[in-house]
């Protein structure tokens, strides 16, 4: 890839595509986006970088911004570069407030349930929270204290919960996974087990966040009334800059008033690239345009765009289409068409839309992930669906 504009990318030899890719979620406000290159530009000119040994202005502006406009509850936000050290971030709270509000054996607590098909990341820590198998081939041992079981199975995950658990980590919707969203009943089981248990609500937040799914964050858009301890963000945070953080509750967690958010105190966690000056200011545009532009709205009504539309088709070789706003997958049946060997059918779909002149892509080996940018044209939208229905019509 050569050039991008809007919700089109260029490759080198001049080939326009319709992107339905974003640069994975990230690209929110499509392909050099003026709003995006101006804040970027303007503060490389006054201040890239000074290290997090000293406060940042624009570090305090995003965060009152973050906590007030998007996550709505009152807590304190850390940056960093990327969703996985987000998750990796939230894991160390979890630990430590384990050790915090011990067993009551006086035994620390440090087990981490997660689910099978989540996605946190690829450093060791965010690797190991993973309910993915595949990616943790010959990069054991795994770190230890995570548990996996089955999304929106709340018997099995009360089973699973021991004297040893601090927190129960999940996605609102599991988008590398297959884009399966939880269950609202689940969810609110999921935030009783843990005030029942004294557990931390963890939610990853990196790829359905920011307006992504039809609300400010993705929990909000089935749950609004859950109230998560730590929310891990990235993606669509700075509109394709790298950047990251995670957030932490204020609440009380013991008689003397101890706020969640207190004790990860100085030297406990760092960065050195996490909050610069230019990521920081990058992530204000970006995230300002997206609250005043009522972009979680507009996430809703253009993804029921692509519900309606895909299933209107009534292709043979299409399951259903499933998933919220603009973060959507088109789910695809076992054994309707010839898959190349060596190939899922996900991908095999993939790169026959990528020779159609579509970028979309997969999300585990049954599903064609759909994530435009937020702002992507009707039109565009429309173009990048009859390029989908010609490569589906043709297999089907």
Known sequence: ????????????????????????????????NPIVVDALCKQAHELMHCSNLYGIPQQDKLAELIVNDIIGIPGRVFFCNSGAEANDGIIKVARRFGHRRPAADGSPRYEIITFLKS????????????????????????????????????????????????GIML???????????????????????????????????????????????????????????????????AGGFPMGCFWVSNRAINEEGTELSSIMNAGSHGSTFGGTPIACATSYAVVSELVKGHYAARAAAMGEIIKTTVEAWKLPCVEGVRGLGLLRGVGLRKGSFAVPEGMTPAAYVNSLCMKAGLLACPAGPDTLRLIPALNIPEETLREGLDILRGVLEKLA
């Open 171 to 237: 996605e609102a919707v599991q988008g590398e996974g297959g884009v399966n969203p939880v269950q609202p009943e689940f969810l609110r089981g999921v935030a009783e087990l843990c005030r029942k248990h004294d557990l931390l609500l963890m939610l990853d937040e990196v790829q359905c966040g920011f307006c992504r799914c039809g609300e400010t964050m993705g929990w909000k858009a089935i749950c609004p009334d859950i109230k998560p301890d730590l929310v891990s963000c990235a993606k669509g945070i």
């Open 1 to 32: 890839m050569a050039k991008g504009e809007g919700s089109y990318l260029y490759d080198t030899e001049g080939r326009r595509y319709v992107d339905f890719c974003a640069g994975i979620a990230t690209c929110c406000l499509g392909h050099c």
């Open 119 to 166: 996605f946190h990341g690829r450093t060791l820590g965010s690797m190991a929270a993973t309910g993915q198998k595949k990616i943790q081939i010959e990069f054991d041992p795994m770190l230890i204290g995570f548990k996996y079981v089955d999304f929106n199975d709340l018997e099995a995950l009360a089973a699973a919960i021991t004297k040893e658990t601090c």
